[in-house]
């Protein structure tokens, strides 16, 4: 009985604390969204949608890459989303990066090759801040792992800016963003409806932009979550079958005690 009480004691002292973590004091929780990486039971079954990966890809490289680097991302890595060897190749050869040195010691530009890493829009974080009043875009290779309830968060993020309520203090260059802790976010919003040309069809929305992206960032934190989640799978009857012939050969071995 005095377990049982302290138990429920230590629950009802951290609940409270609990929920406003989860909720971040006047920070609404991101809503749940419904990703096709997370289906199924515990997400068993998820896989990436690799038409939504390169619609992702898209607005990545028109919009975000302006700001936002990915330094854990090569242009090789694109095979996963469905890029040939020659896609990727003419990709790369858009950018251009600094290598070297060379034979006299100097550093020289080349056109980017499928080993390189994606290229980063300022030279340092010190050029980054000061082209963003002050502010360091984050890094987007990890960002859905990075923040918590990570896809879902970058979702309501994107989509979360509205209108300042009446008396909230707003420093030239803030912007209202009601899933932003603080809600006052350095970073005006980057999506709009019709923003970025989709060939394939699909609606040209901030909501589609928004889930699309976030897939893509999705995938470039976690790329072998499919490879992952097939192995576990496996493992997992392995497991079973392995359960069910030892308590066979349990029942053989000892049935003659019954």
Not at 231 to 238: K, P, S
Request: glycine share 8%.
């Amino acid at each position: 009985m005095l377990v049982r009480n302290i138990f429920f004691a230590v629950v009802l002292a951290v609940a409270p604390v609990s929920s406003a973590f989860a909720s971040g004091g006047d920070t609404p929780t991101p809503p749940s969204q419904s990703w096709q990486f997370e289906e199924g039971l515990f997400g068993m079954y998820g896989t990436y949608d690799k038409a939504a990966l390169q619609r992702g890809y898209k607005i990545y490289r028109e919009v975000c890459s302006s700001c936002h680097s990915m330094k854990r991302i090569y242009f090789r890595n694109l095979e996963a989303l469905g890029y040939n060897e020659n896609q990727i190749k003419a990709i790369a050869a858009e950018y251009t990066v600094e290598d070297g040195p060379n034979e006299e010691g100097d550093m020289f530009d080349r056109t980017a090759i499928p080993s390189d890493a994606f290229i980063s829009p300022f030279a340092n974080d010190n050029a980054a801040k000061f082209a963003n009043g002050g502010a360091l875009p984050p890094d987007l290779s990890l960002i859905t792992k990075a923040r918590a309830n990570g896809s879902n968060y970058v979702y309501a993020l994107l989509t979360g800016y509205e209108e300042a309520p009446h008396g909230a203090d707003l420093a030239q260059g803030q912007h209202w963003n009601k899933y932003f802790a603080g809600h006052k976010l350095s970073m005006a919003p980057p999506l709009m409806d019709g923003q970025v040309t989709y060939e394939d069809g699909t609606p040209e929305t901030l909501e589609q932009y928004s889930r699309d992206i976030v897939q893509f960032l999705t995938w470039a934190a976690d790329p072998h979550m499919e490879a992952r989640k097939k192995a576990g799978f496996r493992v997992l009857v392995f497991l079973i079958l392995f359960a069910g012939i030892m308590y066979a050969v349990k029942k053989r071995t000892w049935a003659d005690l019954h």
